[in-house]
């Protein structure tokens, strides 16, 4: 039996808060919580990640081809697609859009069999970042119709109302629903941190009295990496 790996959004401390979003899990990192290697994060590094990402993925194609029916080889190609829109940010900006578009696919594929909320909420970022925010919000009230009190895809929608929909009063909802069941105290203090953040930016007017936008408070989302496994519910 596959172990479930989680997909989760990272909240970045630096100066401000920098809100990241990814599906179906969540973990939380702080400046300073640890140094990369010299050279981990070095252009020539992330090219050659992209490309063997690239090469993994032309390997899971073919196995999907052979076998498409098999619902963990297209959780994997999704998986792989989501990662490598990820690292195309960095390294190929033109693929980004690509990417995300190929790993929706493979997730609806997987949806068609396995109706499993992580997957959707996988697929609700995925589609967001491909640009494709009616699917996103769809398939983000999907997962939560099913698994209502599903943490990580209350906080991941509140961050997609935020950035995509510019509706930040929205976003506080799910957070403050998001941060009654976080049994961690970190999480539940992360969650209290964008709580905080979207209710100073509604304070602020701009200099018509109008309160600015979500986006000019919170940063765009990025994806980051992790797996849901299609056998289980996204616990």
């Given at each position: 039996m596959?172990?479930?790996?989680?997909?989760?959004f990272?909240v970045?401390?630096?100066i401000?808060?920098?809100?990241?979003?990814?599906?179906?899990?969540?973990?939380l990192?702080?400046s300073?919580?640890g140094?990369?290697?010299?050279?981990?994060n070095?252009p020539?590094?992330?090219?050659?990640?992209y490309?063997?990402?690239k090469?993994?993925?032309?390997?899971i194609?073919?196995?999907v081809?052979?076998?498409?029916?098999?619902?963990?080889?297209?959780?994997d190609?999704?998986?792989?697609?989501y990662?490598?829109g990820v690292?195309a940010?960095?390294v190929?900006?033109?693929?980004?859009?690509?990417n995300?578009k190929h790993?929706?696919?493979?997730?609806?594929?997987?949806?068609?069999?396995?109706?499993?909320?992580?997957?959707?909420?996988?697929?609700?970022?995925a589609?967001?970042?491909?640009?494709d925010n009616?699917?996103?919000?769809?398939?983000?009230?999907?997962?939560l119709?099913?698994?209502?009190?599903?943490?990580?895809?209350?906080?991941?929608?509140?961050?997609?109302?935020?950035?995509?929909?510019?509706d930040?009063?929205?976003?506080i909802t799910?957070w403050?629903k998001?941060?009654?069941?976080?049994?961690?105290?970190?999480?539940?203090?992360q969650?209290g941190?964008?709580?905080?953040?979207a209710?100073?930016q509604?304070?602020?007017?701009?200099?018509?009295?109008v309160?600015n936008?979500?986006?000019?408070?919170?940063?765009?989302?990025?994806?980051?990496n992790?797996?849901?496994?299609?056998?289980?519910t996204?616990?």
């Open positions: 596959n172990k479930k790996q989680h997909r989760g990272a970045v401390l630096v401000l808060i920098s809100i990241a979003m990814v599906a179906s899990g969540f973990s990192f702080f300073g919580s140094l990369p290697s010299p050279d981990s070095s020539t590094n992330a090219a050659a990640d490309q063997a990402k090469v993994r993925l032309a390997a194609a073919e196995q081809k052979a076998n498409p029916s098999n619902v963990q080889l297209q959780t190609l999704g998986n792989e697609y990662d490598a690292a940010e960095d190929a900006p033109t693929e980004v859009q690509e995300f790993a929706v696919e493979a997730y609806q594929n997987v949806l068609k069999t396995n109706k499993d909320p992580g997957v959707m909420v996988d697929m609700a970022t589609a967001f970042k491909s640009g009616d699917l996103a919000d769809k398939s983000f009230k999907e997962a119709s099913i698994k209502p009190e599903f943490l990580n895809g209350l906080v991941n929608y509140g961050i997609f109302l935020a950035n995509a929909k510019q930040l009063t929205g976003a799910q403050q998001a941060q009654s069941l976080a049994t961690d105290s970190t999480e539940k203090a969650i941190a964008l709580i905080s953040q209710q100073n509604l304070k602020a007017p701009t200099n018509n009295g309160t936008p979500a986006t000019n408070g919170l940063s765009n989302p990025t994806l980051k992790g797996q849901a496994n299609p056998a289980t996204g616990k």
